[in-house]
T-cell receptor, first 116, second 109 residues
Framework: ETGVTQTPRHLVMGMTNKKSLKCEQHLGHNAMYWYKQSAKKPLELMFV???????ENNSVPSRFSPECPNSSHLFLHLHTLQPEDSALYLC???????????????FGAGSRLTVL | GQNIDQPTEMTATEGAIVQINCTYQ??????LFWYQQHAGEAPTFLSYNVLDGLEEKGRFSSFLSRSKGYSYLLLKELQMKDSASYLCAVRDGDYKLSFGAGTTVTVRA
């Protein structure tokens, strides 16, 4: 496996369920990100981890809980979600959280979440 | 806050040229990126501009004017596989990117 892999690709859950999204990167990167992509809206940054430490929580509701056990894996734990949380959740990685040089983000294909 | 504007949709004919404009108003500037996203797939990196001018990469070129808060992505010799959403993103001073809503390009035969 290469690049950034996300599972599951599709998830349907009720508002009382608990589920988790998983992201794995095989690029040797040190920074990992969760973004939310809703139809016709800009990508919204949710969480950032750099060297396993959370460096950004972009005012995300507590019903979304991230976990980064090592630099290659990132999880997003979901509980008591609302229908408006239905969206594509994209994971990305980069060499580190740096504002110098290109420091390009590599994205996974996303997990399409539907909350009923 | 950050404000990044790009057209919602564009349609062009196979073999033609399309220019996707992006204007931005951000609190700082430390680079502008273009990504391509096919339906159901990951966004993939196309180009990075940090200095004014044109960056050419095969059929794709990206231009930046920092004084005008303006960039464009130029797609030449359009192919059907170029039908996708194109995302403009600005890095505003630290490492975080602010994205536009994306421009859906449809290439017709």
């Amino acid at each position: 496996e290469t690049g950034v892999t996300q599972t599951p690709r599709h998830l349907v859950m009720g508002m009382t369920n608990k589920k988790s999204l998983k992201c794995e990167q095989h690029l040797g990167h040190n920074a990992m990100y969760w973004y939310k992509q809703s139809a016709k809206k800009p990508l919204e940054l949710m969480f950032v981890y750099n060297f396993k430490e959370q460096t950004e929580n972009n005012s995300v509701p507590s019903r979304f809980s991230p976990e980064c056990p090592n630099s290659s894996h990132l999880f997003l734990h979901l509980h008591t979600l609302q229908p408006e949380d239905s969206a594509l959740y994209l994971c990305a990685s980069s060499q580190e959280t740096s504002g110098s040089g290109a420091n390009v983000l590599t994205f996974g294909a996303g997990s399409r979440l539907t909350v009923l | 806050g950050q404000n990044i504007d790009q057209p919602t949709e564009m349609t062009a004919t196979e073999g033609a040229i399309v220019q996707i404009n992006c204007t931005y108003q951000t609190s700082g500037f430390n680079g502008l990126f273009w990504y391509q996203q096919h339906a159901g797939e990951a966004p993939t990196f196309l180009s990075y501009n940090v200095l004014d001018g044109l960056e050419e990469k095969g059929r794709f070129s990206s231009f930046l004017s920092r004084s005008k808060g303006y960039s464009y992505l130029l797609l030449k010799e359009l192919q059907m596989k170029d039908s996708a959403s194109y995302l403009c993103a600005v890095r505003d001073g630290d490492y975080k990117l602010s994205f536009g809503a994306g421009t859906t390009v449809t290439v017709r035969a």
